[in-house]
Structure formats: structure tokens, C-alpha cells
């Protein structure tokens, strides 16, 4: 499994990383955990607002900071 986390270093954006290594965590799976500077990266996912979070290629928040559990959902469904 493969989580970006889009943004530019902002606060909001280190926060997101922080929420997306716990829920990764607690739940005990292996995942690639990226944070993605590049903005451009961020626009080819069509992200404008940061943070945003990219799971194996689909976007699941943009702008948002999420909480642990709406990211142990994402997590959870295939």
C-alpha cells in the first residue's frame, strides 16, 4: 500500500503525516508512507488545497486535516 501525503510542509500538512502513521500503527499494516512537496505531483492528482491524502493512487481528502479514524477507514476498505 502506498499513502502520499500532498502538501508543502505547512503545520496542517506535518499533522496529516502524524494522523496517517498513527492510523497505520494502530492498525498494523505495512504501508509506503510518502510526504509529497511537489506541487506538481499534487496537480496531477487535480489537488489545488493542501493537505491532501493520495491511498494507491486515489485522493481521500483535500484541505482537511482528517481524523485517525476516518483514516483507519480509508485503510480498511478495499
Known amino acids: ?3 502520499e501525503v500532498l502538501g508543502t510542509g ?6 496529516t503525516k502524524e494522523i496517517v502513521e ?14 509529497v512537496e511537489d506541487m506538481n505531483i499534487a496537480l496531477g492528482y487535480g489537488v489545488m ?4 491524502v493520495v491511498i ?8 482537511k486535516v482528517p481524523t485517525v479514524e476516518k483514516v483507519k ?4 476498505k478495499k
Open 1 to 3: 500500500m502506498k499513502i
Open 10 to 15: 505547512c503545520a496542517k500538512c506535518k499533522k
Open 22 to 35: 498513527q492510523a497505520v500503527t494502530e492498525l498494523g499494516i505495512s504501508a509506503e508512507i510518502m510526504k
Open 49 to 52: 488545497i493542501t493537505p491532501a
Open 56 to 63: 494507491d493512487g486515489d485522493v481521500k481528502i483535500v484541505g
Open 73 to 76: 477507514e480509508w485503510l480498511t
